[in-house]
């Protein structure tokens, strides 16, 4: 790994390349044990030297945003990990469209938003995530989806080529898009949002704020709703029903407040999540005949 360091410092400043970086400091569920490399590039050529260093090493590298929907193992991420978040977060505002690098906070693009009278990022206002992440999951809360505001994608193609999709290109679907279909590495993207009362804007965001949090756990860490919506289903209320509601697995628990939720109460580990998970599917399976499918995405090594 040292030969991986010295040829990623030969382009990418040395302040941002870290060692052993324990990936419980960069997810929302403080879970994680440590990634070989981290590097946080902040400009396109530093991504693209990143991704050439460990393609020519033949070393495996894995891009994260602001980690809201990781589920990192305990033995942590063997590689590079190639974080693209603040230092890469510019934003151009033209009219009614934005153009933004893929490292913003939904919660800083929908600020903009509002500054400039746009309407249409309100659904995204409390996503704790980067745009990159969004346009990755397809994220979405309250009737809104990533896919609604999305005209054009900029990213990287697993042969390093830059390409452009417009949003019927990105086969857009219930979190999940051409991103995680081809190993896309998103660079930035263009939103069309609508002229609209800032004043109202502002108060909308507000609403789904108070929504969010008398709703779900988020004084715990977490990675958000750890399962997917199965069909015809809610997978908080199937687990309530199992009577699963703040069953406690070592340090990770069902929220009492929303039991869609697997939370960290006290140094859970990535075993006691996984475990509980497991707990989770077989109760619900047995009692519903349902198969819930985990929407945090588990990577990295065991132990
Ligand atoms: C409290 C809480 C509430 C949440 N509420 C919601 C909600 O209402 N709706 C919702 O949809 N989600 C929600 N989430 C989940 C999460 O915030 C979203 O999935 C978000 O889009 C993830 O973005 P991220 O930047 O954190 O991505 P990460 O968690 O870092 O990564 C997620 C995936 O995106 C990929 N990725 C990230 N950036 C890039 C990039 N630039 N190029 C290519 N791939 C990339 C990663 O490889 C990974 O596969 C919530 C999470 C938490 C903790």
Known sequence: ?????????????????????????????????PADIMVLPDSEEEIIHALKVCKDT????FIMG????????????????IKISEN????????????????????????????????????ASGIPGTLGGAVTMNAGAYGGEMKDIITKVRAIDKDNNIVEYSNSEMNFRYRNSR???????????????????PEKIDETMKDLTFKRT???????PSGGSTFKRPEGYFAGKLIQDSGLRGLIHGGAQISEKHCGFVINIEDATCKHDLELIQIVQ??????????????????????
Not at 18 to 32: A, D, Q, V, Y
Not at 66 to 81: A, P, Y
Not at 214 to 220: D, H, N, R, T
């Open 214 to 220: 008398s709703k779900q756990p988020l004084e715990w």
């Open 66 to 81: 602001n980690g809201s929907n990781l589920l990192v193992r305990d033995k942590g991420i063997r590689g590079v990990v």
């Open 88 to 123: 890469y977060s510019k934003i151009k505002i033209d009219g009614t469209s934005i153009n933004a690098q893929s490292g913003v906070l939904l919660s800083t693009l929908s600020r903009a938003a509002v500054r400039n009278s746009l309407k249409g990022l309100e659904f």
């Open 1 to 33: 790994m040292e030969n991986i360091y010295i040829k990623l410092s030969e382009y990418i400043p040395s302040e941002r390349i870290f060692l052993n970086e324990p990936m419980k400091k960069h997810t929302s569920f403080r879970i994680g044990g």
């Open 179 to 197: 991103v995680t279909d081809e190993n896309l590495i998103v660079l930035s993207v263009e939103l069309e949002l609508q002229v609209g009362d």
């Open 282 to 303: 077989k109760t619900v399976r047995d009692n519903y005949n349902v198969e819930l499918e985990t929407e945090i995405k588990l990577i990295g090594e065991d132990l």
């Open 58 to 61: 033949s070393v495996p590298f």
